[in-house]
């Protein structure tokens, strides 16, 4: 700042529920910040600033006061007496509850991010804030694979998530996201009642293989559907949901049977 080299903390608290004690929190891990900066440098003449930031994902605004003033319950005459005695700071408060989808400012990964987590406790991870083809043309490297894992452990209708999954007009985006459902619903299986485990994964696969070529070509031949039916090569599954996914033509797909 004006030609001078400052040392600025920013302290970030990602919040899923309002705590009427944010505020005394903040505080503890600010002077937390301060004794180890000045443990790790005793020559140290002076303290480094802090900026905290709330970034609260809540779908109802939060009633506590972003001030840690607030936490103190005296009468006005007598407040005023003790406040210069008093530490006091004010927070940074970003509600998701009062912001629209669309009104949400960043890269492109940080709006989808700010998107998911608006979503989630309104039951909207598969709206199409959430499934922005633009946006997501958009996104990083590694992003959208971390962007599936976070809605499937968020325990999205499986069924709603793979017609989305259709969808999506990248065809590695959706393969992506199929390839870890399927992991997911895999590992869920292993988790539970092992019995039958191998007969209920290939049955899921065929039904994503059908479910793509319907969405994808509106109507499935009834003979194409028996053979994909008859499949119970798992590694031929695999291959043959690849292949729903990117090829051009029923045709095309019947040319892999």
Not at 14 to 20: G, N, V, Y
Not at 118 to 123: D, F, I, N, V, W
Not at 210 to 220: I, P, T
Not at 230 to 242: A, F, M, R, Y
Request: glycine letters at 6%; charged letters at 25%.
């Amino acid at each position: 700042f004006h030609g001078k080299e400052t040392l600025l903390y920013i302290l970030f608290e990602h919040q899923s529920r309002e705590d009427p004690w944010m505020a005394f929190r903040l505080l503890k891990y600010m002077v937390r910040i301060w004794d180890q900066r000045s443990k790790a440098q005793p020559s140290l003449s002076s303290l480094p600033a802090i900026l905290p930031v709330v970034l609260a994902q809540d779908k109802t605004l939060w009633k506590t006061p972003p001030h840690f003033h607030a936490l103190f319950d005296l009468p006005p005459e007598e407040w005023r007496l003790v406040a210069p005695y008093t530490p006091e700071f004010i927070f940074k408060l970003i509600q998701l509850a009062e912001m629209p989808f669309d009104a949400l400012k960043g890269t492109a990964a940080g709006i989808m991010t700010l998107r998911a987590l608006k979503a989630t406790p309104l039951g909207e991870l598969l709206g199409d804030a959430v499934w922005d083809k633009q946006l997501m043309d958009k996104l990083p490297e590694g992003y959208w694979d971390r962007l599936v894992r976070f809605m499937l452990n968020a325990d999205v209708d499986m069924a709603a998530f793979q017609r989305k999954v259709f969808e999506v007009r990248n065809p590695e985006l959706s393969l992506t996201a199929m390839t870890l459902a399927e992991q997911f619903r895999q590992q869920g299986l292993k988790e539970g009642d092992q019995k039958g485990i191998q007969k209920g994964v290939q049955k899921g696969v065929r039904d994503s293989i059908l479910g793509a070529l319907q969405v994808r070509f509106e109507v499935v031949p009834e003979g194409l559907a028996e053979s994909v039916n008859g499949i119970t090569d798992s590694t031929k599954l695999t291959e043959l949901l690849k292949r729903a996914i990117r090829c051009t033509s029923l045709d095309d797909f019947a040319a892999g049977l």
